[in-house]
């Protein structure tokens, strides 16, 4: 709430502090809510994979998905796509549309993994059917050049 000053004035070192003590909690939500406080802010871009590594480990779809981009993209950490590969799968498991959709890209162009056209086709498809915009071009230019699908 006081993220976003619903009910109080907006304050985020508010958050933060109310943040902070849900993590140690446990609490995954609030560790990613952390690590999106701080992606805006170069200086803290250690708390940023920290925060979003330790949401991820905890199960948490969108730091897992968040902290695959990073790797993926090479930002803050170096590339890695076998790493961004292992996480965009965590979060994918878990229905998020944006990780299928990557990770079928991913599958679709050999990027740390062997390239598989049936396996693409097969994330694209999961994320399509969630509306995912990207998934849908995807999915038809794989029918279109017959990659995966006849």
Do not use: W
Not at 51 to 65: D, I, S, T, V, W
Not at 66 to 74: A, N, T, V
Not at 77 to 87: H, I, P, R
């Amino acid at each position: 709430m006081y993220e976003k000053g619903l009910g109080v004035a907006q304050d985020n070192a508010e958050a933060v502090r109310y943040y902070r003590l849900a993590t140690e909690q446990g609490n995954p939500d609030a560790e990613y809510k952390l690590a999106k406080i701080n992606l805006g802010d170069g200086d803290n871009s250690v708390l940023v994979v920290l925060h979003f590594k330790n949401a991820a480990k905890n199960g948490h779809p969108k730091a897992q998905f968040c902290l695959g981009e990073i790797f993926y993209y090479g930002e803050y950490v170096q590339k890695d796509y076998t790493e961004a590969v292992q996480l965009f799968r965590l979060a994918a498991a878990q229905g998020h549309s944006a990780a299928q959709n990557l990770l079928g890209f991913m599958f679709e162009r050999g990027l740390g993994v062997a390239q598989d056209y049936v396996e693409a086709v097969r994330l694209y498809r999961l994320a399509v059917y969630k509306g995912y915009i990207d998934a849908q071009y995807r999915l038809g230019a794989m029918y279109d050049f017959g990659r995966g699908v006849e």
